[in-house]
């Protein structure tokens, strides 16, 4: 029998996973915001995570910001880890070639530590992310549209 999620990847100090399924709306608005207006890149996601590395993904919020990265700046942001050329060569090469509609490429950068990944057959392509994104914004706006301004 498996272990609970949080239990194994806890143990490992593998909490990557987790941590995309529960932010995956908001990678996907990344990278289907980031390709229709810079072209193709990638998504990094700079992650504090708490310094025991336990977290309870049902109530914990790990601090985070998400931004993407143009291809055009993708090798120099990419050296900054000192990562061997031939790998940086093989990511970029992947940035060149991946699916936009049906991946994403994404970078979580833990203290300096990168961990790369290309998700893909995901159950929401980045596309439907960002119209999702799109639609939900108005449920978190303070402003009331039928009085122009805000609520009191």
Request: aromatic share 12%; with cysteine.
């Amino acid at each position: 029998m498996r272990p609970r999620n949080e239990v194994w990847q806890g143990y490992y100090g593998y909490w990557q996973n987790l941590f995309i399924r529960e932010n995956l709306l908001l990678l996907g608005h990344a990278a289907w915001q980031g390709f229709i207006t810079q072209g193709r890149g990638m998504v990094v996601c700079d992650v504090a995570m708490f310094e025991d590395g336990s977290v309870d993904w049902n109530s914990d919020i790990v601090e985070h910001t998400v931004r993407f990265v143009p291809l055009s700046n993708v090798s120099a942001y990419l050296q900054t880890f000192s990562l061997e050329a031939a790998l940086i060569e093989r990511l970029i090469d992947t940035v060149q070639t991946y699916d936009p509609d049906r991946a994403i490429l994404l970078l979580i950068n833990e203290d300096g530590r990168a961990d790369i990944n290309l998700l893909q057959q995901l159950a929401i392509s980045p596309a439907d992310c960002y119209q999702q994104m799109q639609r939900r914004r108005s449920e978190f706006q303070l402003e009331d549209p039928t009085h122009g301004g805000c609520y009191e």
